[in-house]
């Protein structure tokens, strides 16, 4: 406790996520909470409570004019590597960027058309369509075991924050499962889905994990839960 009051049981201390370039500065007391702060390479420039550090710049192929601190990124001056004789190699490696990054869009553009036609849609009494079956409301529960098995701990934590799940009742998980990574993914799931319900849970865990760029996982999570349903 850092303050009186009448409340009937101790606060829990928190946890100084490493995931997020945290280090504890100052540990937990019964009188205060544990103080956490950007760990070395590591900055935050929140104006209000820091909720993630990010890695300092390096400089590579330039001067540092300014050190990365606890509230600033380190400056850069990169001037001395833009030289005209570099400037054809660095057209060249644009061009092959783009195209490469056409090629690949056209591919992932393709295999989404053929994904989406292979998908059956049920129709109702009326005639009406109904929601394709890849979305069809099920229970999750008894799958959060696979689901977990597919993704790091790390994803599970940005996929339960995103969906508002919050950080205190994150580190209150972690903490009571301590050292057990995969009973950690399975309770913050767990936990998320109990807040969440079973409705438009499953179009919610799959077009999330796509939104945070885990769109292996998301695949192979509906290849899984599709193929049990079977």
Not at 114 to 135: D, F, I, Q
Request: net charge neutral.
């Amino acid at each position: 406790m850092d303050n009186y009051n009448y409340l009937p049981e101790c606060r829990r201390c928190s946890h100084c996520d490493t995931e997020h370039g945290f280090e504890v500065e100052k540990n937990c007391t019964i009188y205060q909470n544990v103080k956490c702060r950007c760990r070395s390479g590591y900055f935050c420039n929140s104006s209000g409570p820091c909720r993630h550090c990010d890695p300092c710049d390096e400089c590579k192929g330039g001067k540092i004019l300014e050190s990365c601190t606890q509230t600033n990124n380190t400056r850069c001056d990169r001037t001395e590597i833009v030289q005209d004789k570099i400037a054809p190699i660095v057209a060249a490696v644009v061009v092959s960027i783009v195209l490469v990054g056409i090629f690949i869009g056209a591919m992932w553009y393709v295999r989404e058309k053929k994904k989406t036609a292979e998908y059956n849609v049920r129709e109702a009494p009326n005639g009406m369509e109904m929601e394709p079956l890849r979305y069809q409301d099920i229970d999750l529960l008894p799958h959060i075991p696979v689901i977990a098995e597919e993704m790091q701990l790390s994803g599970v934590k940005a996929f339960v924050r995103r969906l508002k799940v919050t950080p205190n009742r994150i580190d209150v998980i972690i903490n009571d499962n301590p050292n057990d990574g995969a009973e950690q993914k399975i309770k913050l799931l767990e936990c998320w889905y109990q807040e969440h319900g079973k409705k438009d849970a499953y179009k919610t865990l799959i077009t999330t994990l796509r939104d945070l760029r885990l769109r292996a996982t998301a695949d192979k999570i509906e290849e899984k839960i599709n193929g049990a349903r079977k």
